[in-house]
Antibody
Framework: QVQLVQSGAEVRKPGASVKVSCEASGYTFASYDINWVRQAPGQGLEWMGWMSPNSGDKGYAQKFQGRVTFTRNTSISTAYVEVSSLTSDDTAVYYC???????????WGQGTLVTVSS | QSVLTQPPSVSGAPGQRVTISCTGSSSSIGAGYHVHWYQQLPGAAPKLLIYGNTNRPSGVPDRFSGSRSGTSASLAITGLQAEDEADYYCQSYDSSLSTVVFGGGTKLTVL
């Protein structure tokens, strides 16, 4: 069965960076794009961007360009998102999601809470 | 402000039917891009509920159905159950923004 397992909760100070991992299993990792979505406390879903594990091609929502980086390690079927210059507005649960046909997100990780606090 | 507009909340009694609307524009739903729906139970990750406007993934009860017309889409839930109490999000693509877009979410309360 398809599973996306994310790394554990993180606490960072303002101005620092954080890197969250997403390990995929149960399907061919290289064959489907990974999307990243975040959700601030009590708020809705916010799309951050996508990455092709096969080619390394990626796209970022304009809001995150220059401050967010997607990478992957195909040998261990793992995708990563790194967010730099953190502020309290980046406090959120970060989700990775496998993209199915038609740009739907058919399987999601369990989420990683990132807390930014001084 | 979300690109796709949903009502903040809807409610219904057990056994009733409710609908949740999702309004986009000529560059998103109106351009023919598929609409997908997600259910997010309290404290859990979102789960795909409807894909490609009208299709249910394996395991999703047929009480859930989706439709699309013009620049809008709808999620209908019949035979409401207490376990349906959750947040529901629509999602599509916007060609003018070149991004995936979500609705702001609708909280369903089962009375």
């Amino acid at each position: 069965q398809v599973q996306l397992v994310q790394s554990g909760a993180e606490v960072r100070k303002p101005g620092a960076s954080v890197k969250v991992s997403c390990e995929a299993s149960g399907y061919t990792f290289a064959s489907y794009d990974i999307n990243w979505v975040r959700q601030a406390p009590g708020q809705g879903l916010e799309w951050m961007g996508w990455m092709s594990p096969n080619s390394g091609d990626k796209g970022y929502a304009q809001k995150f360009q220059g401050r967010v980086t997607f990478t992957r390690n195909t040998s261990i079927s793992t995708a990563y998102v790194e967010v730099s210059s953190l502020t309290s507005d980046d406090t959120a649960v970060y989700y990775c999601a496998k993209e199915g046909r038609g740009r739907n997100l058919d399987f999601w990780g369990q989420g990683t809470l990132v807390t930014v606090s001084s | 402000q979300s690109v796709l507009t949903q009502p903040p909340s809807v409610s219904g009694a057990p056994g009733q039917r409710v609908t949740i609307s999702c309004t986009g524009s000529s560059s998103s739903i109106g351009a023919g891009y598929h609409v997908h729906w997600y259910q997010q139970l309290p404290g859990a990750a979102p789960k795909l509920l409807i894909y490609g406007n009208t299709n249910r993934p394996s395991g999703v009860p047929d009480r859930f159905s989706g439709s699309r017309s013009g620049t809008s889409a709808s999620l209908a839930i019949t035979g409401l159950q207490a376990e349906d109490e959750a947040d529901y999000y629509c999602q599509s693509y916007d060609s003018s923004l070149s991004t995936v877009v979500f609705g702001g979410g609708t909280k369903l309360t089962v009375l």
